[in-house]
Structure formats: structure tokens, C-alpha cells
Nanobody, 120 residues
Framework: VQLQASGGGLVQPGGSLNLSCAASGNIFSAISMGWYRQTPGNQRDLVAAVSNTPSYADSVKGRFTISRDIAKNTVYLQMNNLKPEDTADYYC?????????????????WGQGTQVTVSS
């Protein structure tokens, strides 16, 4: 399974970015899809995830919106009112994978990071 993330970049404080991550390969569906972020020297933290319902880190509630296109195995993260402290590498994640033979593997996968920089 491959996860291809895109949409990162440089934005001024108060600006917006939309991240997307498409899963391909031996995957039919996943129970959960989400985004994590990491800054140098720190652990990778959950930003938002969606299975039946979305969940968010407290620091992004009201500013970020996660959504998914089940048919396309794609997860999106709309980030509004960005702050300098949102600067990080963002990683997409899928878990609870059902493969293309409709077998529940329960596997999880990570995408490559996409950099988000919020700076004036």
C-alpha cells in the first residue's frame, strides 16, 4: 500500500492549506484515515483522524477539518487560520486495512511527510 500526500507549502499566518493523501495498491478500504504532524526532536502527534466520525487534537479544533472520500481511499485536511505553531511535517496514516481481496489485514501504513510552514 502506498500513500501519496500533497498540498503542503509556505503560507502566512491566518492563511489556509488543503492537504490530500491518496492510498493505492493492495487496499480496498481502511477503518481509519488520519493526519499526524512532527517537528524536529519531537514525537509524531495526532492532528485529526476519521473513521465513522472525525476527531481532532485540541489545538486544531475549529480551524482544521478532516474528510475522506471512501471510494477513492483519499483523506483530506483543510487547514484554516493557520498559526506559526502549526509548522511541521504532516504525515497521513491509515489503519485497519482491508485489502483488495476483501480480507481484513488490520495493517497500518504511513505516507511520506509533507511540509507545512506558517510564517510571515
Amino acid at each position: 500500500v502506498q500513500l501519496q500526500a500533497s498540498g503542503g507549502g509556505l503560507v502566512q499566518p491566518g492563511g489556509s492549506l488543503n492537504l490530500s493523501c491518496a492510498a493505492s495498491g493492495n487496499i480496498f478500504s481502511a477503518i481509519s484515515m488520519g493526519w499526524y504532524r512532527q517537528t524536529p526532536g519531537n514525537q509524531r502527534d495526532l492532528v485529526a483522524a476519521v473513521s465513522n466520525t472525525p476527531s481532532y487534537a485540541d489545538s486544531v479544533k475549529g480551524r482544521f477539518t478532516i474528510s475522506r472520500d471512501i471510494a477513492k481511499n483519499t483523506v483530506y485536511l483543510q487547514m484554516n487560520n493557520l498559526k506559526p505553531e502549526d509548522t511541521a511535517d504532516y504525515y497521513c496514516h491509515v489503519s485497519g486495512v482491508v485489502d483488495s481481496t476483501y480480507t481484513f489485514t488490520g495493517d497500518e501504513y504511513w505516507g511520506q511527510g509533507t511540509q507545512v510552514t506558517v510564517s510571515s
